[in-house]
């Protein structure tokens, strides 16, 4: 059962300092002595690592994680989605890793995609597999709490000779080859502080491990400065690049029919996501230059009932939407759904400001296709 938006909003306005009230103060202070004991937990967890007292697990292909610092909402998944369409394009056969949050698996072993066809459904991997897993026909998706164990079935059974781990910075016992780390630029460490204190799963120093970084959401020259200044505070010798989502078609949610986004182009819509940071979905609505007249925000990867959908259709009509745009994770949760407005889902695309650069790192750290360069065979549909 997940929290409503108004527990949440409660929560948050304790977390970042909004609430005075005595209550607040003493409950910001436990958080920040819970936040301690979560770093000295972390610091002795890694402490064998960095000593060679452990060591990393390696497989018998490249792995690239693509991971990040805070809780949610930075684009891991479009970031998988454009390295999977990448790589295929350059010959290689990748496969992906996620562990399955929110699904009743729990971490357990399952194949979500064997190529051609999706095996499982959100309710037992969670919206990321299953969505990664639509959006790439051809590329094997598995998901599993133990990465070694499901990139060794990619490796064995499919074929993969390179795996793209979503959501692996903090996956530590797996060696990777090359540590890519989204932000949000428009606050790229929350509030500095770890959880349950703010939303970081590791102090920002944590951020030198990774081989690059880049940064989501911001593309004008002047924010872009700013917080190139705080990443290279924490993390001075990373690559740094900026990237932004720009919308590219729509998607019915009752037939699965795609229409170029100009569709939505002064159109009154009702905006539906359950993701981590809904401002961010709005704002790429707005960029398709939607008319944004209603808005529903559910807690990240929530999953909808009946009286949601009810609710939902009510409050489209009420304000007069022409359609009602989702997000592609709410899409596979949504369909069969039946609403009283026309339903969208709002798909986009990752743009990098220095893609080449990108792609000679990948090649540094993984080397080259163990096959020649091919078109690609990866159609990404979501």
Not at 165 to 174: A, E, N, R, Y
Not at 270 to 278: E, M, Q, T, W
Not at 293 to 314: A, C, K, L, T
Request: aromatic share 6%.
């Amino acid at each position: 059962m997940h929290p409503n938006p108004d527990t949440i909003e409660f929560l948050e306005s304790i977390v970042y300092g909004d609430r005075k009230d005595p209550l607040a103060v003493v409950t910001r202070g436990a958080l920040a002595a819970l936040s301690g004991i979560y770093r000295g937990a972390i610091w002795l967890y890694l402490l064998p690592f960095e000593m060679g007292l452990r060591r990393r697990k390696r497989l018998d292909t490249p792995v690239i994680s693509v991971g990040n610092l805070t809780v949610g909402g930075t684009g891991k998944t479009p970031m998988v989605q454009y390295l999977c369409t990448g790589l295929s394009r350059r010959g290689w056969n990748p496969a992906v890793l996620s562990y399955g949050y929110g699904g009743s698996l729990r971490g357990r072993f399952g194949i979500v995609s064997d190529r051609t066809s999706v095996l499982l459904t959100p309710h037992e991997t969670g919206d990321e597999p299953v969505m990664l897993a639509e959006s790439m026909p051809g590329v094997p998706v598995l998901v599993c709490k133990d990465r070694g164990k499901s990139g060794r079935a990619a490796i064995q059974d499919f074929g993969a000779d390179v795996l793209v781990l979503d959501d692996g910075f903090q996956v530590w016992k797996l060696h990777r080859d090359l540590d890519i780390v989204l932000i949000n630029a428009g606050k790229p460490f929350d509030n500095g502080r770890t959880l349950p204190a703010g939303r970081l799963r590791e102090p920002s120093i944590a951020l030198r491990r990774a081989d690059c970084i880049i940064a989501t959401g911001v593309w004008e020259p002047d924010a872009r400065k700013d917080t190139l200044a705080r990443i290279l505070r924490a993390a001075p010798a990373a690559p740094v690049y900026f990237g932004r989502f720009k919308p590219s078609a729509v998607a019915s949610i009752a037939d699965g029919s795609e229409h170029p986004v100009e569709v939505l182009r002064g159109k009154r819509v009702f905006a539906l996501s359950s993701i981590a940071r809904p401002d961010s979905f709005e704002k790429t609505l707005a960029d398709a230059d939607a008319e944004i007249v209603g808005r529903e925000r559910f807690p990240d990867h929530h999953r909808y009932s009946g009286d949601d959908i009810d609710n939902i259709s009510r409050r489209a009509v009420e304000t007069d939407a022409e359609y009602i745009v989702t997000t592609g994770k709410d899409a596979v949760k949504l369909h069969g759904r039946r609403f009283a407005v026309p339903a969208m889902a709002l798909h986009g695309e990752l743009e990098l400001d220095d893609e080449a650069s990108l792609w000679e790192l990948v090649a540094r750290k993984v080397g080259n296709s163990p096959k020649p360069s091919k078109a690609c065979n990866v159609t990404q549909t979501r």
